[in-house]
């Protein structure tokens, strides 16, 4: 099917017409006849004497405008056919000379590469709009897949705050207890005393037999040697919920817009002690023994909040682990080489943290490490995938890991290194500088170094 794109028609008599505007091609307005063997041929076709021409003279428009001479022409890019050119004279037969028809090529050939490049603009504009809805559209999946992921996330931080809180209050609420149940035996020797301060004030003489009566009642000589020890105790049950109140503003420092300067011991020990109720014994495993080889730390610059969640997140993955081989056990499995039974209990499980400091390198190192069951390379190489989990449904997410090795590799320009034997155990290495304000220096001139280092990072969780 034809489409009649420009049209000009010059009479010497009247002003020359000139249209735009595309029409479809009919018997009206072109000789159909003539185009369809052009298409078809891929030649041109020149009459000079139309009438004399019996090829075309059934055609419609041949017959009813009656053209003394006619040139139609193919107009072809890259062998494919893009147009047709088609003249025709009414007043004047052979009017198309060879000067003329030379003249005529060129005009096609110029025709054809216009509009080769006005096909290829089209295809061009057509693809950026393509373009331009799939980056909308990529965008729009974008920001839901972030609005997801900031969900998952939020959901994994609620349920591990609930496990935290819910531990934590079991640490207060054993002092708490313990200090209650005292204060009854404090206030029945407070009052005694008062009783007995009463009397004295009442008596005449301090050797009446009604105070030795009272003294002996109120059994004087064991209240005096019993009285400060329960204070003592008391003091020590308050202390206990004072340490417990430092160790949560410090596990829970919220980081400003820049670094501070910490001791990274003490969010180390806040760690632990949030999570002191989950090292306790279980159903089917003994206590989590926890050895801590500390070197003498400077205060790092660091963000000490974000560095809290990489140990919690650390040390909850080897609870977690022991906690998975003890349920196995129980159910028929094998023990790890490293730990052993007391009683029907898996027992030695251990976890290992160790600080140093690199005065060279102005780095500090943090190993965090297990006798649990150790992970296999095809585990250990993708623990810091985003979303990859070993857990069963419903006990993780898989950003714990990922979300700390982004804490430390682009938050602080440390690196987070993993090594691990099936059986055997697994150890975290996490090497931030001491001063994260001028990582930068230290991570690009340590980059070529660690090439080789860091190229196992997607490895990844006790386990």
């Known amino acids: 099917v034809f489409q009649v794109v420009a049209i000009e028609q010059v009479d010497a008599a009247s002003i020359p017409y000139r249209s735009l505007t595309p029409i479809p091609a009919d018997e009206t307005c072109v000789p159909l006849s003539l185009l369809n063997y052009v298409a078809r041929t891929n030649t041109s076709v020149l009459l000079n004497d139309v009438s004399s021409d019996r090829t075309f003279a059934n055609d419609p428009y041949i017959q009813r405008v009656k053209p003394k001479s006619m040139l139609?022409?193919?107009?072809?890019?890259?062998?494919?056919?893009?147009?047709?050119?088609?003249?025709e004279n009414v007043l004047t037969a052979g009017a198309f000379t060879d000067d003329r028809l030379g003249i005529l090529m060129l005009i096609c050939a110029q025709a054809a590469i216009a509009l080769d490049n006005a096909e290829l603009y089209n295809t061009l504009r057509e693809s950026e709009q393509r373009e331009r809805e799939r980056a909308a559209e990529l965008n729009q999946s974008l920001a839901d897949l972030q609005e997801a992921q900031l969900q998952v996330i939020q959901s994994e931080k609620m349920a591990t705050l609930g496990q935290l809180v819910a531990g934590v209050a079991h640490e207060i609420n054993n002092p708490i207890g313990f200090i209650d149940a005292n204060?009854?035996?404090?206030?029945?020797?407070?009052?005694?005393?008062?009783?007995?301060?009463d009397l004295y004030q009442s008596s005449e003489s301090t050797d009446s037999e009604e105070i030795e009566a009272l003294l002996e009642d109120i059994e004087f000589e064991f209240l005096r040697?019993?009285?400060p020890k329960l204070l003592a105790s008391m003091k020590i049950g308050t202390d206990r919920i004072r340490q417990i109140s430092k160790s949560l503003r410090t596990f829970s420092r919220s980081d400003t817009s820049k670094p501070v300067a910490v001791d990274l011991h003490e969010g180390l020990d806040s760690t632990l002690m949030i999570l002191r109720p989950r090292l306790k014994f279980t159903e089917?495993?003994?206590?989590?023994?926890?050895?801590?080889?500390?070197?003498?730390?400077?205060?790092?610059?660091c963000y000490a909040g974000q560095l809290n969640q990489v140990f919690t997140n650390t040390i909850a993955n080897a609870i977690d682990a022991f906690d998975e081989i003890a349920d196995r056990y129980a159910a028929g499995g094998s023990i790890p080489a490293g730990l052993r039974l007391e009683g029907h209990k898996l027992a030695g499980c251990q976890i290992t943290i160790a600080t140093a400091i690199d005065p060279d390198r102005q780095e500090v190192t943090i190993r965090i490490g297990d006798n649990g069951p150790g992970m296999p390379p095809e585990v250990r190489d993708r623990i810091f995938e985003r979303l990859f989990t070993t857990k069963a449904v419903g006990k993780g997410t898989g950003l714990g890991m990922s979300i700390s090795h982004q804490i430390v590799v682009e938050t602080h320009k440390g690196r987070l290194h993993c090594e691990s034997i099936l059986g055997e155990g697994t150890v975290f290495e996490i090497v931030i500088p001491v001063d994260v304000q001028t990582g930068d220096e230290v991570a690009d001139g340590a980059a070529d170094g660690a090439a080789e280092e860091t190229g196992n990072e997607n490895e990844g969780g006790l386990g």
């Open 72 to 87: 139609c022409s193919p107009i072809q890019g890259q062998g494919k056919l893009l147009g047709i050119l088609y003249l």
């Open 225 to 227: 040697d019993d009285l």
């Open 284 to 301: 089917h495993r003994t206590d989590i023994e926890i050895i801590q080889q500390y070197d003498s730390l400077p205060p790092v610059v």
């Open 183 to 197: 204060l009854c035996h404090a206030r029945g020797y407070v009052d005694d005393l008062l009783e007995l301060i």
